[in-house]
T-cell receptor, first 109, second 114 residues
Framework: SQQGEEDPQALSIQEGENATMNCSYK?????LQWYRQNSGRGLVHLIL?????REKHSGRLRVTLDTSKKSSSLLITASRAADTASYFC?????????FGQGTRLTINP | EAQVTQNPRYLITVTGKKLTVTCSQN?????MSWYRQDPGLGLRQIYY???????DKGDVPEGYKVSRKEKRNFPLILESPSPNQTSLYFC?????????????FGQGTRLTVV
């Protein structure tokens, strides 16, 4: 079952620009996580934000969470070619993660 | 290096021929899971295990079996593979600590059943 939807499904920007991806979910949560997947490879954990947090930073990543709207956003600043990947939000925990459909991000040189 | 290791990475097989995909983690994690990833359907959980000898069905368990005889290993077994099991499979592991729910994923196994 899919917890939510991500928007946009695909995003193409120039290197150096900022990229913003959005995620919506359906049920109440304890936390929300973001993962990155390079083409056909395993998912890598990026950042976790708890339900009592509104914003969190990690390097060039900024995540916001609005529990009243059941939505989250991931901002990648000063994008690089190496950021080209699919990005997924996920709710739940290590026992079971429920993923959104993902945003395919392409960074053009 | 902390990691989840899946084998094989690529597999082409024929309908009905039993196969096993292995998964091993070296982080002493209690939780282990299997997911499949399909275009348009995203990632869906097949089975999960909370610890040794404790396994349970996920969202799409039909046609699959698992076992957890040792904490580090969680093999996925397809007794009689069918073409609709052609997919990209991921094993994942994590801790029971509710304050640290990050999952660690293997590199994936691309399975084609003809």
């Amino acid at each position: 079952s899919q917890q939510g939807e991500e928007d946009p499904q695909a995003l193409s920007i120039q290197e150096g620009e900022n990229a913003t991806m959005n995620c919506s979910y359906k049920t109440s949560i304890n936390n929300l996580q973001w993962y990155r997947q390079n083409s056909g490879r395993g998912l890598v954990h990026l950042i976790l934000i708890r339900s009592n947090e509104r914003e969190k930073h990690s390097g060039r990543l900024r995540v916001t969470l609005d529990t009243s709207k059941k939505s989250s956003s991931l901002l990648i600043t000063a994008s690089r070619a190496a950021d080209t990947a699919s990005y997924f939000c996920a709710t739940g925990g290590a026992q079971k993660l429920v993923f959104g459909q993902g945003t395919r991000l392409t960074i053009n040189p | 290096e902390a990691q989840v290791t899946q084998n094989p990475r690529y597999l082409i097989t024929v309908t009905g021929k039993k196969l096993t995909v292995t998964c091993s983690q070296n982080m002493n994690h209690e939780y282990m899971s299997w997911y499949r990833q399909d275009p348009g359907l995203g990632l869906r959980q097949i089975y999960y295990s909370m610890n040794v000898e404790v396994t349970d069905k996920g969202d799409v368990p039909e046609g699959y079996k698992v076992s957890r005889k040792e904490k580090r290993n969680f093999p996925l077994i397809l007794e009689s593979p069918s073409p609709n099991q052609t997919s990209l499979y991921f094993c994942a592991s994590g801790m029971t600590d509710p304050s640290n729910t990050e999952a660690f994923f293997g590199q994936g196994t691309r399975l084609t059943v003809v």
